[in-house]
């Protein structure tokens, strides 16, 4: 069986923030780059940050990276790696220095230099008092950022291959990567992108849950590829949560709306945030919120037929108030709970938002696994960078505007690495003789398939699962009968079928393959979930309590480790946490508390 | 609209950079769109043109539409549906 073969220096899955940053660097470098995209680069899902791009420039007050280390440390409750945290605190600056010069608008002040803010966690003198270090252009940020970057992917003569699906990656007998399969969507066809570098920057896979942010196209398929050719993923159990996403939407609603006044409620009306909360009440911060909110739910008292939300209730509040201070957040109610706020309170639900975890990487975009004793052993060929990547600089829990500035620096790593690796002028590596096969085998069963489960079926049953058993706040029982229950979910979807056959854009065959990948993520999830038996950062379990031996729940004796998910075998083995820093002294461990 | 015509509507309905336009178009998609002219259809591919954020301004009401033809399907995107697609 052949499958026609595209030659390529280096290829980037993913034109998002990420992606498109590394292409640059290897197109300026001179290499025959190609970009492969789902989707049009600029409707990335990058496009939907608006927060900002952290970095010390110092620009309205002292500020340093040494400090930001310090808060990224703390932020992911010391599961980061230091080593690739000051790493990235310390080429901040240069990454929006870069962006600057692409083009980027970033708002200013009146000497012209960049407009800081503050952002949650972001402070100055280690703790000491919030810092301004957020830069961002209006709320269109992460636009803004894609506008400039594909800009000069063009300038620098990337090829953008737009509306393809990479498939698999492919990887030669020694393991060294050698390019990925991919379909384009217009026609069907399949075809191979030889390469000499491979670098993933897919993005995130919040569409593993019921209740994301995610936009659709987040379903993890760099993770699902990478699963697949034997490359393990890091640190899944880790997902952030944020309290307030409209229930079945997933759209946020910003914590504003409890500081005008919003104020949470079970089914009896109950404000029961003042059992959890007897001071903050329902402006606790979003990690005791969530968890309240999942154990009323969990206890029986969510409100619904299916009683399965919390209400976010407005309606005391002055229309006039809602109308002017809220505008937004009325429009959003409107339009996806179906409800007007100022009649009737809005239902939410804790709702995934970021995915700490993802493919291993070192601090220079290389992808590494354990080998031989080495738990960081690079594997030749592939780079990965942004949300699908775990550096691991966000460790159990990120800070708000280091997600922009991890894809623009390690994105600017993977390129500027994979460029030194080609430097040696080295030809392709052969293609393994049955790449095409195993992919064409792969599609084709798909398509051959009948009396199997539609593609809807399969996705809510995943999204069900990792809900209510892997959601913000775990249970030990309901996590362990989780891997039973996706582990049966997989064996189903072994057996996905779709009705259309058709070449030419069919969507359901696109939305098969996507489940593919999701499901890839929801077991490395559930399983590394069940098994972390302490709580950290955004993994809080209920058998992991507070005590004054375990801090918050966190056990550094034991669970100061990264987990690496395997897919052969759902196995799981653990590598250290990197506690040296590249040049400062180690940020010892201490409790983490705001 | 021809089958492949609308079959590549639809992928770029269904997967757009913002959820809040992946579910106002899915939605619409699935419940308007046939019933829509030939011209009001035309309308809306080209309105699935605009930038994810242009359009979530538009369909939230923050910015108005100038254009009447494009207007009258913002107005049909802006009307509250209380299902959410499942995808």
């Given at each position: 069986m052949t499958i026609p073969v595209l030659k390529f220096d280096a290829v980037v899955v993913g034109a998002g923030g990420a992606g498109l940053r590394s292409a640059i660097q290897l197109s300026e470098a001179g290499l025959k780059t190609a970009v492969l995209s789902k989707v049009f680069p600029t409707r990335s899902h990058t496009v939907a940050a608006q927060g900002g791009v952290a970095a010390s420039l110092g620009n309205s007050e002292e500020d340093n990276w040494h400090w930001h280390m310090y808060d990224t440390v703390k932020g992911s409750d010391w599961l980061g790696d230091q080593d690739a945290i000051e790493f990235m605190c310390k080429k901040a600056v240069e990454a929006v220095v870069d962006l600057e010069h692409y083009g980027m608008p970033f708002d200013r002040v009146d000497n012209g230099r960049i407009y800081q803010r503050p952002f949650g966690g972001h402070m100055s003198n280690f703790g000491e008092k919030p810092v301004r270090r957020s830069c961002a252009a209006a709320d269109r940020t992460g636009h803004a950022m894609l506008h400039a970057m594909y800009q000069r992917n063009v300038k620098a003569n990337t090829q953008f291959f737009v509306e393809w699906m990479a498939l698999d990656l492919i990887r030669d007998g020694e393991g060294h990567v050698v390019g990925v399969s991919a379909m384009e969507m217009e026609t069907g066809r399949i075809v191979i992108f030889h390469s000499r570098a491979t670098i993933f920057a897919t993005g995130g896979a919040g569409r593993i849950f019921a209740s994301s942010t995610n936009a659709f196209m987040n379903t993890g398929d760099g993770l699902g590829m990478?699963?697949?050719?034997?490359?393990?993923?890091?640190?899944?159990?880790?997902?952030?949560?944020?309290?307030?996403g409209v229930a079945g939407a997933g759209v946020l609603i910003t914590e504003g709306v409890r500081?005008?006044?919003?104020?949470?409620?079970?089914?009896?009306?109950?404000?029961?945030?003042e059992r959890y909360a007897p001071n903050a009440k329902d402006l606790a911060s979003r990690d005791v919120v969530s968890r309240a909110m999942t154990t009323e739910i969990k206890e029986g008292r969510g409100c619904g037929p299916h009683k399965d939300h919390i209400l976010l209730?407005?309606?005391h509040l002055d229309p006039a108030t809602i109308l002017k201070r809220l505008p937004g957040i009325r429009e959003i109610s409107i339009q996806f709970a179906g409800v007007d706020p100022i009649e009737a309170p809005i239902p939410v639900v804790p709702t995934a938002h970021y995915q700490m975890g993802g493919i291993p990487t070192h601090y220079d975009g290389r992808v590494v696994v354990p080998r031989e004793g080495d738990p960081r052993s690079v594997v030749p060929g592939f780079y990965a960078a942004g949300e699908c990547a775990c550096a691991s600089v966000h460790g159990a829990n990120r800070l708000g505007t280091n997600s922009l500035l991890d894809l623009l620096v390690f994105g600017k790593s993977a390129g500027d690495s994979a460029a030194e690796d080609l430097k040696s002028g080295k030809a392709h590596r052969d293609l393994p003789k049955d790449a095409a096969d195993r992919i064409r085998a792969r599609v084709d069963a798909l398509d051959k398939r009948t009396g199997g489960i539609p593609v809807f079926e399969a996705r809510k049953a995943i999204a069900n699962t990792m809900q209510h058993h892997a959601g913000v706040f775990r249970f030990s029982d309901l996590l362990k009968k989780g891997v039973t229950k996706i582990l049966e979910v997989e064996k189903a979807i072994q057996n996905l079928e779709i009705k259309d056959k058709s070449q030419a854009w069919n969507t359901a065959r696109i939305e098969a393959l996507e489940t593919e990948n999701l499901i890839e993520v929801a077991k490395a999830t559930m399983v590394s979930a069940e098994a972390r038996k302490e709580s950290r950062g955004a993994h809080v379990r209920d058998d992991a309590p507070d005590t004054p031996e375990f801090p918050n729940g966190r056990n550094d004796k034991e669970w100061l480790k990264h987990t690496l998910w395997f897919r052969d075998g759902n196995r799981i083995e653990y590598k250290p946490v990197s506690m040296t820093p590249l040049t400062v002294d180690t940020i010892a461990l201490k409790t983490r508390s705001y | 609209m021809e089958a492949e015509a609308f079959?590549?509507?639809r992928w770029r309905c269904v997967r757009r950079g913002m959820l809040e336009v992946d579910i106002a178009l899915t939605r619409f998609l699935d419940s308007s769109f046939a019933t829509l002219s030939e011209a009001g259809q035309q309308a809306f591919a080209e309105l699935a043109d605009f930038d994810d954020l242009e359009l979530w301004h538009l369909i939230s009401g923050q910015k108005v539409c100038e254009d009447a033809r494009l207007a009258a399907i913002v107005a049909m995107l802006r009307a509250p549906v209380d299902s959410v697609p499942v995808t």
């Open positions: 990478a699963a697949r050719a034997g490359i393990p993923l890091e640190d899944l159990e880790f997902w952030q949560f944020h309290p307030t500081g005008e006044g919003g104020i949470l409620r079970n089914a009896s009306k109950e404000r029961f945030m209730d407005i309606t | 079959n590549r509507l």
